[in-house]
DNA sequence: CACATGATTCAACACTCGTTGAATTGGATC
DNA sequence: GATCCAATTCAACGAGTGTTGAATCATGTG
């Protein structure tokens, strides 16, 4: 088992596959079909390889998968750690948005990492759900934490639940990201892209009047998206 | 083909596995399994017959899962066509609350047909998407004429967009079903049916502070659902 | 050049899948 | 009892699956 996830030690020697190109043809895959019904032999069709190099990178079809994860779920939870610092003093709402931002910034490209987060691929495979559990804990727990600070700052109602606000707020921002690109704009005719954001705002603002102190208080200007 | 989907003509003739019987075990594996990986030997041991019986009573499998869809969706449709007559006066929160306590009624044990209104399951079946598409839009249209009513009788925001507030409203209705049974007793230790209740009014109140006129007139008082 | 070693492919294994045609059961009718 | 027919099972088909051991290719080193 070589297994040699890092750069080689010396030399270019050009590899034709590097485990990173497995892996982006595996996320397309499993986004497309789930983990059950996505086959070695399609991944490695779409990375250009015989399906036996997969087992030269990594030990089976789980471990895989695994790695897929590995590689996505910490950066979301660096940026969510930064933002939840006690010391961000920016209004609430504000950081709200920018917890939606990070979703959006981080999955908007990437069904396959929205459905692992729903928890729909790995239907049926036990060790799986509890290794993706552990990778989405840290970052609701960091973004319940600023609901904690908005109560304690006076901006959100004290009677508010930070665990369902944290809920509500990131399960509706992955609907949002799923559907609305597919829905609205066949049904509100607006570009793709512009739909998701026509989505969020609105739902910010419903969610902000419900979980304010003061429903009447406006919303600050909210920044689009970086580029 | 046969294809006697009523009940036989004359006499009662007891079948060892009836249509029906052979749709129940399909809900429950195709809702663990998903369309493509749920497999017709494993309906056919769980309704307790050969796989080979499938074929005489459906088409295909595909047929087998067609004919699933249209033996819930109807009923769902009848009860919201109902909630969205226009002489209903009651006070438009109350109204909405219903919408959930429909989803509820029909949803709550049946996470296959949740799957199906979320489209995972249909995932690669492109024909079986719009037949899905086509069983839940009507429902929606009726949900969206009661925010409709609801902003002409001065109850709702004017400047709400019905559509949105719809999605917003049943999509989170289906992640609470799914979702907060699993997770609230573990992580507030609530019983999981007193889970989704609790989760249903969280939500309500927090949605109707969003889209009322005027967020801070209370909720009426909302009845638990009928048993 | 010979050799070692990492990267890649080939061919095959045992298994499961949807589907089908023929065979079998079992109760109702003659 | 013989006959008929709906209900059910049996055995098999071709195709696709994850996986593996051996073989091949390409490259850097002695």
């Given at each position: 088992?070589?297994?040699s996830?890092?750069?080689r030690s010396?030399g270019?020697k050009?590899?034709?596959v590097d485990?990173d190109q497995?892996?982006d043809?595996?996320?397309a895959?499993?986004a497309?079909e789930?983990?059950r019904?996505?086959s070695?032999?399609?991944i490695?069709?779409r990375a250009?390889?015989?399906?036996a190099l997969?087992?030269y990178h990594?030990e089976?079809?789980?471990a895989?998968?695994?790695a897929?994860?590995?590689?996505?779920?910490?950066?979301?939870l660096r940026?969510?750690?930064?933002?939840?610092?006690?010391?961000?003093?920016?209004p609430?709402?504000?950081r709200?948005?920018?917890?939606?931002?990070?979703?959006?910034?981080?999955?908007?490209?990437?069904?396959g990492i929205r459905s692992?987060?729903?928890g729909?691929?790995v239907?049926?495979a036990?060790?799986?759900t509890?290794?993706i559990?552990?990778?989405i804990?840290?970052?609701t727990t960091?973004?319940?934490?600023i609901?904690?600070?908005?109560?304690?700052r006076?901006e959100?109602?004290?009677?508010?639940?930070?665990?369902?606000a944290?809920f509500?707020?990131v399960k509706?921002?992955l609907?949002?990201?799923?559907?609305l690109?597919?829905?609205?704009?066949r049904?509100m005719?607006?570009?793709?892209?512009?739909?998701v954001?026509?989505?969020?705002r609105?739902?910010?603002?419903?969610?902000?009047r419900?979980v304010?102190l003061?429903?009447s208080?406006p919303?600050?200007?909210l920044?689009d998206?970086?580029p």
């Amino acid at each position: 088992m070589p297994l040699s996830l890092t750069s080689r030690s010396r030399g270019p020697k050009p590899t034709k596959v590097d485990p990173d190109q497995l892996l982006d043809a595996a996320q397309a895959v499993f986004a497309d079909e789930g983990l059950r019904a996505a086959s070695l032999r399609a991944i490695a069709r779409r990375a250009g390889c015989d399906p036996a190099l997969i087992y030269y990178h990594f030990e089976s079809k789980e471990a895989l998968f695994k790695a897929l994860l590995i590689r996505r779920f910490p950066a979301i939870l660096r940026e969510v750690e930064r933002l939840a610092d006690a010391s961000d003093r920016r209004p609430t709402p504000l950081r709200l948005w920018e917890v939606l931002l990070i979703y959006h910034r981080n999955l908007k490209d990437d069904p396959g990492i929205r459905s692992l987060i729903r928890g729909e691929i790995v239907r049926g495979a036990e060790g799986l759900t509890h290794l993706i559990e552990d990778q989405i804990r840290p970052i609701t727990t960091c973004i319940r934490q600023i609901f904690d600070q908005g109560i304690a700052r006076g901006e959100l109602r004290p009677d508010l639940q930070p665990l369902l606000a944290t809920f509500f707020l990131v399960k509706m921002q992955l609907e949002i990201l799923d559907v609305l690109p597919a829905v609205l704009p066949r049904l509100m005719n607006l570009p793709a892209e512009e739909a998701v954001l026509t989505g969020m705002r609105a739902w910010l603002d419903l969610f902000w009047r419900g979980v304010a102190l003061e429903p009447s208080t406006p919303l600050p200007p909210l920044p689009d998206p970086a580029p």
